[in-house]
């Protein structure tokens, strides 16, 4: 029997190679996230060779605006035209991008490249998920995904280390180059194991919905990129401009999406509890996980006097505690209604938040370190439990736009997050060492705006050492109390899932009737 994808899309024959095809959407999401870490990592340098210091964070802002814009439009592509086909032009993008930006001899042309990198990515993550929907029943979907989910922490762990490595032993350009062969070998495997026949069905596509949403996005979200990047103030009138013209598209693209036959984001998916919940869910939990802990590696540097990749990788308990529990969730699915595992495994997060935000100048590594396994295992119960529900709780056709909408808004969130801790974690140190007054030296009161970037002045007389410190890890309790806050509602939210088991057995019978 035929596993038969409605909605014009193509049929995925039982003759699939799974292992291929897993194999194939595992490299892919591996080396889309590897992309944006490596980068990171090599961009001193990169700078340094190709200049134009004041685009240094568009490398990664633009990168995150494509990405954002097209994941929605992409995903509904993958419903109206085939998973393997869409995902393939995303490889293509991805692997194009690439070659860009590895020839690249100016900031300007690897800002194109990083777009293009961009849009491709905006496809793997999500139509990895919809392609791994579509081979397994739900009870194997729950262990397979729960799987997935964690896979997302490996680049996070090699990124540094192969950006050093390529930077130090080869050329900041390979980089980039070192996801040709990838990429293609990544395809090769899906295209091979992945059998997607084609159904005859004439589809209209809603370009002006389209174009709408990615003006929208792409409006409100350089709103926290040129914060962050270029110094501007939340109130100051370009900011404000461009969130209300962001917010004026945005009203025009749902009147569009309610009036054509086709939309890009069906507005009926928010009638349903469970993504409307889950969309509230994944929003808080980026702007309170990647707001407070974009900025950790500074607290590391600073008061625990740590090397920059030693308070990189002191976050890793917090990936090893995910890992953990997002395996165990995995099987438990199928067998314990979300609602409580969600509600249950965000107590942990409420927890470790709290922690962190009565940090001291006494804390210990390995506090911190147990404060993060904690926190972890909480959020746990996001990675990949979120796409089963999102699948179970949406009709077939509609499968690959949901998965790519409910994940935009943790980018969205994430996006903001990054810039409004970063500017509150700034404006607090600021307004705390500028109380010292006289007691600093004349190069710190000059250069107090520099504080968030460049750390403790190094010139500060010994005496006033502990006492700037200690400033910085009250400005950094201070961030964590708003991100403990955040954990709270998340987890008050999590209780307004709707009260079920992941399970197959009603839309196996479904498809027996269809068959017979």
């Known amino acids: 029997m035929e596993n038969v994808l409605k909605g014009g899309q193509g049929t995925l024959e039982k003759k699939n190679h799974k292992v291929l095809v897993m194999i194939g959407l595992l490299i892919g999401i591996i080396f889309s996230e590897l992309d944006e870490t490596v980068v990171s990592t090599a961009m001193p340098t990169i700078i340094r060779e190709l200049g134009g210091l004041s685009l240094y964070g568009w490398?990664?802002?633009?990168?995150?605006?494509?990405?954002?814009?097209?994941?929605?439009?992409?995903?509904?592509?993958?419903?109206?035209?085939?998973?393997?086909k869409v995902y393939l032009i995303c490889m293509a993008l991805f692997i194009g991008g690439s070659i860009v930006c590895g020839l690249s001899h100016s900031m300007t042309l690897l800002l194109v490249g990083r777009g293009i990198q961009g849009i491709g990515a905006g496809g793997l993550m999500p139509l990895a998920m919809t392609i791994s929907s579509d081979l397994f029943p739900v009870e194997q979907r729950a262990k397979v995904q729960g799987l997935m989910g964690p896979v997302m922490f490996i680049p996070m762990l090699l990124g540094p280390l192969m950006g050093g490595f390529f930077v130090d032993q080869v050329s900041w350009h390979w980089i980039f180059f070192v996801n040709i062969p990838v990429g293609v070998i990544a395809a090769i495997f899906l295209a091979s194991g992945l059998r997607e026949s084609k159904q005859a069905k004439k589809v209209a596509i809603d370009w002006g919905g389209a174009i709408l949403l990615v003006a929208s996005i792409v409006s409100l979200l350089i709103t926290p990129v040129l914060v962050q990047n270029n110094g501007y103030a939340w109130d100051s009138p370009l900011i404000v401009s461009i969130l209300v013209v962001g917010a004026a598209l945005f009203g025009i693209f749902v009147w569009v999406e309610s009036k054509v036959k086709e939309p890009i984001v069906p507005l009926h998916l928010f009638k349903n509890r469970n993504i409307v919940v889950l969309s509230m869910i994944v929003f808080i939990v980026g702007l309170g996980l990647m707001g407070a802990f974009s900025s950790f590696p500074y607290f590391g540097q600073n008061v625990l006097g740590l090397t920059p990749t030693e308070s990189g990788y002191l976050q890793l308990p917090m990936m090893v505690g995910a890992v953990a529990s997002s395996m165990v969730c995995g099987f438990l699915?199928?067998?314990?209604?979300?609602?409580?595992?969600?509600?249950?495994?965000?107590?942990?997060?409420?927890?470790?938040?709290?922690?962190?935000?009565?940090?001291?100048?006494d804390t210990t590594i390995m506090q911190i370190i147990m404060f993060f396994v904690i926190s972890g295992l909480g959020m746990g119960v996001l990675f990949g439990s979120d796409n089963l529900i999102v699948q179970e709780s949406v009709e077939k056709e509609h499968t690959g736009v949901a998965l790519a909408t409910v994940p935009l808004f943790q980018t969205i969130g994430a996006t903001i997050g990054v810039s409004l801790f970063g500017n509150l974690l700034s404006s607090t140190l600021i307004s705390k060492i500028g109380s010292l007054g006289s007691q600093l030296p004349e190069s710190v009161k000059g250069h107090m705006h520099d504080l968030a970037a460049g750390g403790i002045p190094k010139d500060l007389p010994p005496n006033l050492v502990t006492t700037v410190k200690t400033m910085f890890v009250e400005s950094f309790q201070y961030i964590y109390m708003y991100s403990f806050a955040a954990m709270i509602i998340v987890f008050i939210l999590c209780w307004f899932l709707k009260k079920e088991v992941l399970s197959s057995k009603p839309k196996e019978a479904e498809e027996l009737q269809t068959g017979a």
Do not use: C, Q, W
Not at 335 to 350: H, M, S
């Open 59 to 84: 490398v990664a802002g633009i990168y995150m605006l494509a990405m954002s814009a097209f994941m929605p439009i992409l995903g509904k592509l993958a419903d109206l035209y085939g998973r393997k």
């Open 333 to 361: 699915l199928t067998k314990v209604r979300y609602r409580e595992i969600f509600g249950i495994g965000f107590i942990l997060p409420v927890i470790g938040f709290y922690f962190f935000s009565h940090i001291n100048m």
